[in-house]
């Protein structure tokens, strides 16, 4: 089976298990397992027999590489992350509440100010809920530069193919001579 193929099946194997995770079909997600089954494909080796082409697909079948070894690594604490945020509870006005069914009831609530404190108890919820997923976005900057040797904004700039210093110059200098 070639790359490309093997990769598709990978993430045809991933967007499945995610799915049925939030659909609620399957009540934890299980990541770790199937970045195990397709360890051989999220290599540096991989990695490297790739890195020089310069095709515009070939520097995002690079970037998906790079971003599922780091999802490899990370995979126990994100299923973990995961199945603490699907088993989240809220406590709004005395009834306890899954913390994905409060974020309906934000919907629904047409009072301005119950929702106003719904809202604000969903986001302590939501806030205590993605400390480990903060964690993790530390470790995927690490891990970037670690597989590539870049800083994550020099990477990000090479794959999209974007000056993005550049751009927010750019971006401030059109801000400071817009009128107020």
Known sequence: MNLIAEFEAFQKTRS???YLHKSGQKEH??????FDKYKHILSKNTLKSIK?????????????IVLNIINHKVAPASDEACYADAS???????????????????LN????????????????????AKTPIELQLRARKAAILSLTGKKYLEYISWVKEV??????????????TSPK
């Not at 047409?110 to 302590?124: E, F, G, H, M, N």
């Not at 000056?163 to 400071?176: R, V």
Request: aromatic share 2%; no cysteine.
């Open 29 to 34: 997600v299980q990541m770790a397992p199937i």
């Open 52 to 64: 020089n082409l310069t095709q515009r697909e070939n520097k995002l079948l690079y970037h998906s």
């Open 16 to 18: 499945l298990e995610n």
């Open 88 to 106: 989240a509870k809220v406590n709004i006005d005395g009834i306890e509440l899954p913390l994905r069914q409060a974020n309906a009831m934000i």
């Open 109 to 128: 609530e047409s009072d301005a100010q119950k929702r106003k404190k719904i809202v604000k108890t969903v986001q302590k919820a939501t806030k205590q």
């Open 163 to 176: 000056n993005f210093k550049n751009l927010a110059k750019d971006a401030i200098a059109i801000l400071q």
